[in-house]
């Protein structure tokens, strides 16, 4: 199997981060102030809609997280088996995240940016079934610790090493997610304040994005193996 170097996979995680931090921001001002990723958010508001009686937030929430975990479920399955790295099954799965944000895109063109209450639930289910998707794919990618959705985590670890080893070098890829996710929810916000309709676009591109070029990647590396192998025996692009 043949797979994007750490280097390049940390890269693609990013604009996964950045991705992750469009789709939030435009749920969060725009679908009932739920996250598509950030699950402990959710359940924090799933809480106070229960314990204030607000059946509309709680409808939110289920749909919120649930929809997440479904996308978590739906990923897992065909690459339970699969090793760690960038391989056919993780190229299809991160191609059904892509087609979720497409219809994500469409639906949010269709109503205007004005989604009324039961649409914008279908497509906060929509985004947060992305989002456990993405998650999924983060964990298969190989990246000990790496995230790209929930990034408490990530910082707790930066700043725990940090403590522990003032020398050590930061984890370069941890920052960068961090960052990623800042940027994205950066760009979330300036296109859902100056072309709303569009809001949703630069998640869809950057999963694209990230589907392309790791395939590029990947035909690259099984190019310059064949390079140093018998031309007799080829190899499958993504793997198995």
Not at 66 to 91: I, K
Not at 122 to 129: D, F, I, N, Q, R
Not at 146 to 164: C, D, I, K
Not at 218 to 235: F, K, M
Request: glycine share 12%.
């Amino acid at each position: 199997m043949r797979a994007p170097s750490s280097r390049a996979t940390a890269w693609l995680l990013v604009a996964l981060a950045a991705a992750s931090g469009c789709v939030d921001v435009i749920c969060l001002a725009r679908l009932n102030g739920y996250f598509a990723s950030v699950i402990t958010g959710n359940l924090v508001h799933f809480g106070h809609a229960l314990a204030t009686g607000d059946a509309r937030s709680i409808a939110g929430a289920v749909v919120a997280v649930g929809g997440y975990a479904v996308g978590v479920a739906a990923a897992t399955v065909p690459l339970r088996h699969t090793p760690p790295g960038w391989n056919r099954p993780t190229a299809v799965v991160t191609s059904v995240e892509a087609v979720l944000l497409l219809a994500f895109t469409v639906g949010w063109s269709a109503c205007s940016a004005r989604p009324g209450y039961g649409f914008g639930l279908v497509l906060l289910g929509t985004a947060a079934g992305a989002s456990g998707i993405q998650s999924v794919i983060t964990v298969a990618a190989g990246v000990r610790g790496a995230s790209t959705t929930y990034l408490t985590g990530s910082l707790t670890e930066l700043v725990r090493r940090r403590v522990v080893d003032p020398h050590r070098f930061a984890d370069v890829g941890g920052v960068g997610r961090l960052a990623g996710l800042v940027v994205g929810a950066v760009l979330g916000t300036v296109v859902l304040r100056t072309a709303p309709t569009w809001a949703s676009v630069p998640a869809a591109a950057l999963v694209v994005a990230v589907i392309t070029v790791a395939v590029g990647l990947t035909r690259r590396a099984v190019a310059a193996a064949e390079q140093h192998a018998d031309p007799g025996h080829g190899q499958d692009v993504f793997g198995s």
